[in-house]
């Protein structure tokens, strides 16, 4: 009896060990954070001005990647977007009285050479956006927040080859917040506003642009209205 026991119970654990990983298979984790359906389902583009801390205020252009709800009213993005300008006068000359403070100059005939300083962000960005309103919705806020590779440049002949060109110019982890509206009385296509805020290392920026976006499908996974 005991030996036939065990044959049961050993039974028992093979069949048990045979269907986790067919229950692993058929639930993994893109199953269970719902990422298997996720279709490419819109695209839109952005553009309007960046706020820069003490850089020049900016135009910024952007590119997003809709790629439906994972789970209801959250949708994932992708986006691309990038700004150029230059640090404002009143930083750079803060930054050369620095200088002058730290050089020892008895005659006190010594001079520095002022220049621009240009710089620019890279953004390739991944975002969750909450969106109360249903697809069908003619109003559609929503709010969202990501994180992205942020491929900051900065080129001036004044700080060209020192440590602080090294430390300007970085590929750095960024943290972003989005919030906006969107208005859409046609089918597919809608028009909207959103304000966004970058944290980078030595690089914050804010950003208003105007979104335009066509949508392939109205119920974010990926089949057609």
């Known amino acids: 009896m005991r030996a036939e026991r065990r044959a049961r119970c050993a ?12 229950a692993a ?4 984790p893109f199953e269970l954070l719902g990422l298997d ?5 819109g695209i839109s583009v952005a553009y309007g001005p960046a706020y ?6 900016t135009q ?26 230059r640090y404002t006068d009143r930083a750079v000359n803060g ?26 962000d890279v953004a390739l960005e991944g975002e969750v956006r909450w969106t109360p309103a249903s697809r069908s919705a003619v109003t559609r806020p929503y709010l969202g927040g990501g994180l992205g ?24 982890l960024g943290v972003s917040a989005v919030a906006g509206v969107e208005f859409a009385p046609w089918r597919q296509f809608g028009v909207g506003v959103e304000a ?15 979104v335009a976006t066509y949508h392939f499908s109205l119920d974010g996974q990926g089949r057609a209205p």
Request: hydrophobic letters at 40%.
């Open 52 to 57: 820069p801390q003490s850089i020049r205020t």
């Open 25 to 28: 298979r058929a639930q993994g």
């Open 60 to 85: 910024s252009y952007g590119v997003e990647a809709d790629y439906g709800e994972f789970i209801r009213h959250c949708h994932v993005l992708f986006n691309v977007s990038y700004w150029g300008s």
């Open 196 to 210: 966004r805020y970058v944290l980078v290392p030595n690089v914050r920026y804010g950003t208003v642009r105007a």
């Open 149 to 172: 590779m942020h491929f900051v440049s900065a080129r001036s002949k004044l700080i060209d080859g020192t440590f602080v060109s090294d430390a300007l110019n970085a590929i750095a």
């Open 95 to 120: 930054f050369v009285r620095q200088l002058k403070q730290s050089i020892t100059d008895p005659a006190g005939d010594d001079t520095i050479q002022t220049d621009h300083v240009r710089v620019s």
């Open 11 to 22: 039974a028992l654990g093979c069949a048990v060990a045979l269907a986790l990983p067919a």
């Open 37 to 41: 359906r996720l279709r490419f389902s």
